[in-house]
């Protein structure tokens, strides 16, 4: 990873990031095989062995052969969630919903691309669809499947962020911060605006008049591999896990919901919105300019989404501690 210089005072210099140069999206050059899709195998892999441990312990009443098949379809359905919710809701535009084969067509003029772009709350959509799934078929309780794999979500999640990072996408808004990186592929500013001269000169960044200017963002996907990852399983597994035994079914479940809400609430409004889609709720300064953060009023549609996951899993809890309340009474 490369530093560069922007300041050469002695009493104050700052530096950037640059994207580093010997990360390429494909493991092997020319062929289609990208570190995206292996984090994608490794986050599954460490999520089933997670889930095995909880077996192995007696944690669940789930059976090796009962996480298999909770694993076959909750990553069906999570894929389909995933990459369908994606494209009708993400990719702001009508084409996929009057065209949907094309959401599931990986090739592009003639040459294959791919399913890139994934919805992470089209996933969970999708996941607890599978879990339904599993315990109808099974006649399980939901509750405990649910719990069982919110132990371990977290921390394979950690590896899907980092497959972004690879693809370097997903990237944050401008930012002047130290660790602040130039990520290649990311858009460039005009220099005709006279927020881009401003970052640029406090950067010391040379451009001439009108000249497009690739500044410094958030490295947003590592904030998320760290906060929505590894805090969150942290949390979870050695902290919740252990009250499994004395608190209701979903218990965990719920506030995984809150909890993962909470810190992508926090952690969007380091993140680039969508350039398709914006600001859906526009009630702060300037909120055509996505590019830097502005105001906390300015809300994204992942940030809304997040809402939705804080208000379902409040719920959950809500419900589950009152029927909890009855089952006592009634003793």
Not at 212 to 224: A, F, I, K, M, T
């Amino acid at each position: 990873m490369t530093l560069l210089p922007v300041r050469n005072t002695l009493c104050s210099m700052n530096f950037f990031l640059q994207y580093p140069s010997w990360i390429r999206p494909e493991i092997i050059p020319s062929l289609p095989f990208r570190w995206y899709g292996l984090m994608y195998v490794i986050a599954f892999a460490l999520t089933y062995g997670m889930v095995l441990v909880q077996v192995k312990r007696h944690e669940i009443s789930l059976t090796r052969e009962d996480v298999d098949d909770l694993f076959v379809k909750c990553i069906l359905c999570l894929l389909i969630g995933a990459r369908v919710f994606s494209q009708l809701v993400y990719e702001g535009s009508f084409y996929n919903w009057t065209h949907p084969w094309m959401i599931f067509w990986p090739f592009s003029n003639g040459r294959f691309v791919g399913l890139a772009g994934m919805s992470y709350h089209g996933g969970v959509i999708g996941a607890v669809c599978g879990v339904l799934w599993f315990a109808r078929k099974h006649k399980s309780s939901f509750f405990e499947c649910a719990d069982a794999l919110c132990c371990s979500v977290p921390l394979g999640y950690t590896f899907g962020r980092l497959g972004n990072f690879i693809n370097g996408e997903l990237y944050g808004r401008v930012s002047t911060k130290p660790w602040a990186m130039v990520f290649p592929d990311a858009p460039s500013f005009s220099t005709n605006y006279h927020w881009v001269r401003q970052i640029a000169d406090k950067l010391q960044i040379s451009y001439t008049s009108g000249s497009l200017v690739n500044l410094p963002r958030h490295p947003s996907q590592l904030y998320e591999a760290l906060f929505e990852g590894l805090v969150l399983f942290c949390i979870i597994w050695f902290i919740l896990r252990p009250m499994r035994h004395r608190k209701p079914e979903g218990f965990i479940f719920g506030w995984y919901l809150i909890g993962y809400g909470l810190i992508r609430f926090v952690l969007e409004y380091f993140r680039a919105p969508d350039a398709n889609l914006g600001y859906i709720i526009k009630w702060g300064e300037e909120s055509d300019n996505i590019a830097i953060f502005q105001s906390l009023l300015n809300i994204s549609l992942g940030q809304i989404l997040c809402f939705c996951m804080i208000i379902t899993g409040t719920i959950i809890i809500i419900i589950i501690r009152s029927k909890e309340k009855q089952k006592n009474d009634h003793r």
